[in-house]
């Protein structure tokens, strides 16, 4: 039901820091819970972070933590991953989610997706 879409990625260098972000519409943001997940080529797409559906409660891919930070805010339907000191291997499309589940870590607790946006990191 809900729609999602994300902006913010981008051509970067190795050390750069991005912010993505996440609009969601067509459904009420507090009442989900919300993840960011990521798929580098060659690779299965992975968990990144998620955000209960109030924001008390973040959770961090163990490859992540450290260098990203999720928030939202529901007044604005909108949520957030920061980014910090990119690496190559970072480069990913990047794929924000919602769920009516409070497991935030798993593919498949989630109903709804956007499109993605990519982010490429360069040396």
């Known amino acids: 039901q809900v729609q999602l879409v994300e902006s913010g990625g981008g051509l970067v260098q190795v050390g750069d820091s991005l912010r993505l972000s996440c609009a969601a519409s067509g459904g009420s943001s507090s009442t989900y819970t919300m993840g960011w997940f990521r798929r580098a080529p060659g690779k299965a797409r992975e968990f990144v972070a998620g955000?209960?559906?109030?924001?008390?409660?973040?959770y961090y891919a163990e490859s992540m933590k450290g260098r990203v930070t999720i928030a939202r805010d529901n007044a604005k339907n909108t949520v957030y991953l920061q980014m910090n000191s990119l690496k190559p291997e970072d480069t990913a499309v990047y794929y924000c989610a919602a769920s009516i589940s409070y497991q935030v870590d798993s593919i498949g607790s989630y109903d709804n997706w956007g499109q993605g946006t990519q982010v490429t990191v360069s040396s």
């Open positions: 955000i209960s559906r109030h924001g008390t409660g973040t």
